[in-house]
């Protein structure tokens, strides 16, 4: 089975500062996805990485894919209390996801 | 924006009852999928479901499990008989093609008693 393994598992950070969270993978995939979750909430699509070398930006997050190494990083530039949330990596194996264990993020003002 | 719509949003059963889960998935999709998040743990694959058929389904989809498409609009994924560790956040999901990102429901959260 792939195993998808996320760090950290919880980040609490300053309004204003930078950070990544990691995802690494055990097995050959080029299809990757960020989502976020709110509490209680459904999943919200933010990535789709689908080659090696794939970057991606929207607002102060931008995402990033290296297939040889497997891993993608999250890269949270200047975060706002907005950004707190989970934040899961999927790695696609044929016609299912496997997920990360999440990242909750909680942004201090 | 077109939507995953899921009903009810939350459900209590006793434990043995049957359920039935209601999805309706993003009009000119063709794949759809139902994963689950049991409380504060991570998203879980079940099963995906393409051209009338179930194409994957993982080791907790069992024997208890069932989905169906029975029109052209709903999906659905019945679990027979409900055991407490069926209490879990049941999400849809539907993508256009394979290499897209799903679109997820809001999601049912289902209470086994």
């Known amino acids: 089975e792939l195993k998808v393994e996320q760090n950290p598992l919880f980040l609490s950070m300053q309004e204003g500062k930078n950070y990544t969270i990691y995802c690494n993978y055990s097995?050959?995939?080029?299809?990757l996805y960020w989502y976020r979750q709110d509490p209680g909430k459904s999943l919200e699509s933010l990535f789709v990485l689908l080659s090696n070398g794939a970057v991606k930006q929207e607002g102060r997050l931008m995402a990033s894919l290296d297939t040889k190494a497997r891993l993608s990083t999250l890269h949270i530039t200047a975060a706002v209390h907005d950004l707190s949330a989970t934040y899961f990596c999927?790695?696609?194996?044929?016609?299912?996801?496997?997920f990360g264990t999440g990242t909750s993020l909680t942004v201090i003002p | 924006e077109p939507e995953v719509t899921q009903t009810p949003s939350h459900q209590v059963t006793q434990m043995g009852q049957e359920v039935i889960l209601r999805c309706v998935p993003i009009?000119?999709?063709?794949?759809f999928y139902w994963y689950r998040q049991i409380l504060g743990q991570k998203v879980e694959f079940l099963v995906s479901f393409y051209n009338n058929e179930i194409s994957e389904k993982s080791e907790i989809f069992d024997d208890q499990f069932s989905v169906e498409r029975p029109d052209g609009s709903n999906f659905t994924l019945k679990i027979r008989s409900t055991k407490l560790e069926d209490s879990a956040m049941y999400f849809c999901?539907?993508?256009?093609?394979?290499?897209?990102?799903?679109?997820f429901g809001s999601g049912t959260r289902l209470t086994v008693v």
């Open positions: 097995t050959t995939s080029d299809r």
């Open positions: 009009s000119n999709h063709l794949y």
């Open positions: 999927a790695v696609a194996d044929g016609n299912q996801f496997y």
């Open positions: 999901a539907s993508s256009a093609e394979l290499n897209y990102g799903y679109t």
